[in-house]
């Protein structure tokens, strides 16, 4: 049949040592990586919802707001926090200006508050 393995008992103990190291190395491969799968799952279900609205931050001591954003605008930046719904309506009306790309000012229904037109 297939009798390709050394004939003698010496060389059979090596292959059958060399193949174990190799299956051991194998099986901390596949632990290593199915406990980072379980880690990114983890990491997957406990990650908080993205808001619904955000208020781009400046730079400097007191951080003003600059801009109001959709919660999944990429235009934000990365200095930001969330905001609720009410606020970001009271932000809005109290002039702060609504980023152009996401357009919160239309979603949250201020549509005069729109900078073209009062043009």
Not at 44 to 62: C, E, F, H, T
Not at 100 to 115: K, M, S
Request: hydrophobic share 40%; aromatic share 4%; with cysteine.
């Amino acid at each position: 049949m297939f009798d390709d393995l050394p004939p003698d008992l010496d060389r059979l103990h090596t292959l059958r040592v060399w193949h174990a190291l190799w299956l051991e190395r194998i099986d901390r491969k596949i632990a290593a990586l199915q406990r980072r799968q379980a880690e990114q799952e983890r990491g997957r279900r406990n990650r908080p919802a993205r808001p619904d609205w955000i208020v781009q931050l400046g730079i400097g001591a007191g951080r003003p707001p600059l801009q109001v954003h959709t919660g999944d605008c990429r235009m934000a930046g990365s200095r930001h926090r969330p905001v609720g719904r009410e606020e970001a309506r009271r932000l809005l009306a109290g002039g702060l200006p609504a980023c152009i790309h996401c357009r919160p000012d239309a979603q949250l229904e201020i549509i005069d508050l729109d900078p073209a037109a009062a043009a």
